[in-house]
Every structure is written in structure tokens, then in C-alpha cells.
């Protein structure tokens, strides 16, 4: 049953001798739940794993909404990428008017890459034997070699934010800037 729906009982309201009873409406709310969010008849879930769940696999348990615990794994070798979505079939709200059918439980990953530094330049050589080989940049007499550094969205030594308004000193109302104006013959 989807936020919204009503349902109708017919004939069940206040029964009084003499006249016809009313219906009774009831009007069903979603509420929000801490854990899981709906989409129709699917549950979607976030979960959070480290960069080594996410590259050699991982179990994970997960509590049901009908308090049954769940394993769920993914196999080695299959990656799971930053914003990844995978589903267990079956485990989701069940379907209107079919009640032994049930949608999706849809696990939505954020992989959590470590920090900078976390491990020393010749350990950081050991593990990148482990992966493809990289591609082999050459560098010729006119290129320039600069280096990434973090970014912000906003602010910096000397910037300021971004103004739409080009003179922004035009909207002085205080009489505190004389205007020129243009010669007409």
C-alpha cells in the first residue's frame, strides 16, 4: 500500500435505527523510517564499507523491518563501486492485494576510501603490483608539470564569492556615489 491510499470500509460508520450507516475512511500516512526509504514496493538502504570490502568482498547483517536478521555477501573479486546498487530479491514491502510477493531490499554502497597517507610511499609500491599497470605519461620539452591540490567550492586567499550583479556599487540608494551620465545633443 503506497502513502496516501485509502481505504474504505462501506456501511461501518455509526449505526443508529432508522437511518444508513456512514463509511469509515482511513487515510494512510508513510512514515519516515531511520533506517530504510521506500520506493513503491522496493526498501533502499545505505551502507557504508571500506575500500577493502569494496575490492574483496564483504558480509554484512542487516536487520529486517520484520526483525529477521539478514547475511548478505558479496563474492571476491566482485567489485562494488562508490554508489553501486545491489538487491536481494524478495525482501522489500510486500505487494498490494498479493500478499506472498514482495519487492526488492536494494543496498545502495558508499565505499570509504582512507585517508591521506595512511600508508608509507613503499608499501603504497607493494600494492600497486597488485593492480593493473598504470599508464605511461611522457612528459615532452613544452609540458608544463603542476601538481592537484585539494578544492572549495567556495573562498581562497584573494577570491571572493561569485557575484551575478557585475556593479554591484550601482545599488547604493544613499546618494554616497555620484553618477555620470552620457551627453545628449
Avoid at 482511513?26 to 521506500?38: D, G, N, T
Avoid at 547604493?172 to 551627453?183: A, M, N
Wanted: with cysteine.
Amino acid at each position: 500500500m503506497k502513502d496516501g491510499q485509502k481505504i474504505t470500509f462501506h456501511e461501518e460508520g455509526d449505526q443508529v435505527p432508522g437511518l444508513e450507516p456512514g463509511d469509515i475512511v482511513i487515510v494512510l500516512e508513510q512514515k519516515e523510517h531511520p533506517v530504510f526509504r521506500r520506493s513503491g514496493d522496493d526498501l533502499v538502504l545505505r551502507r557504508e564499507i571500506s575500500l577493502a570490502d569494496a575490492l574483496c568482498g564483504c558480509r554484512q547483517l542487516i536487520r529486517t523491518l520484520d526483525n529477521r536478521t539478514l547475511l548478505v555477501a558479496s563474492q571476491p573479486g566482485d567489485v562494488i563501486r562508490p554508489g553501486d546498487m545491489k538487491c536481494v530479491p524478495n525482501e522489500g514491502m510486500p505487494v498490494y492485494r498479493s500478499p506472498f510477493q514482495k519487492g526488492k531490499l536494494i543496498l545502495k554502497f558508499e565505499v570509504k576510501f582512507p585517508e591521506a597517507g595512511w600508508l608509507p610511499p613503499e608499501r603504497l609500491r607493494q600494492l600497486q603490483a597488485f593492480f593493473p599497470p598504470q599508464e605511461e605519461v611522457m612528459a615532452t620539452g613544452d609540458t608544463e608539470e603542476v601538481e592537484l591540490s585539494d578544492y572549495a567550492a567556495h573562498g581562497g586567499p584573494g577570491r571572493r564569492p561569485y557575484n551575478p550583479d557585475p556593479y554591484p556599487e550601482d545599488d547604493l540608494e544613499d546618494g554616497s556615489r555620484q553618477h555620470v551620465q552620457c551627453q545628449t545633443s
